[in-house]
């Protein structure tokens, strides 16, 4: 098992930043690439960033890329989720999630992750 706590969530302005944080606990960190997702009130959770195991490769959805940036800190068994010039459409709850690093398709869908956060909550005021 993973356990995974999000925090870093909050009442931030349009234009403004936050920089959310995972912690993992549990199994061995490296054994798995992270992603996170995101959920705006009555629509589906949607991707927004993944990184490999190792940090070397980084995917983005396009409407989030530019602005925000995932990274990870594999000593503290934490990823990042920082974003900049937050929109009003940014706003959702944020998950991230722990996908085996023998995973081989598509790290855009939620279904193939293995491990979720509890989410933390975004909104972005226009």
């Known amino acids: 098992q993973v356990q995974l706590v999000e925090s870093g969530g909050g009442l931030v302005q349009a234009g403004g930043s936050l920089r959310l944080s995972c912690a993992a606990s549990?199994?061995?960190?490296?054994?798995?690439?992270m992603g996170w997702f995101r959920q705006a009130p009555g629509k589906e959770r949607d991707f927004v960033a993944h990184?490999?195991?190792?940090?070397?490769?980084?995917y983005y959805a396009d409407s989030v890329k530019g602005r925000f940036t995932i990274s990870r800190d594999n000593a503290k068994n934490t990823v990042y989720l920082q974003m900049n010039s937050l929109k009003s459409e940014d706003t959702g709850v944020y998950y991230c999630?722990?996908?085996?690093?023998?995973?081989?398709?598509?790290?855009?869908?939620?279904?193939?992750?293995?491990?979720w956060g509890q989410g933390t909550q975004v909104t972005v005021s226009s």
């Open positions: 990184i490999s195991w190792s940090g070397g490769s980084t």
């Open positions: 999630a722990a996908l085996r690093r023998e995973y081989s398709g598509s790290v855009r869908v939620d279904d193939p992750y293995d491990y």
């Open positions: 549990g199994r061995t960190f490296t054994n798995y690439a």
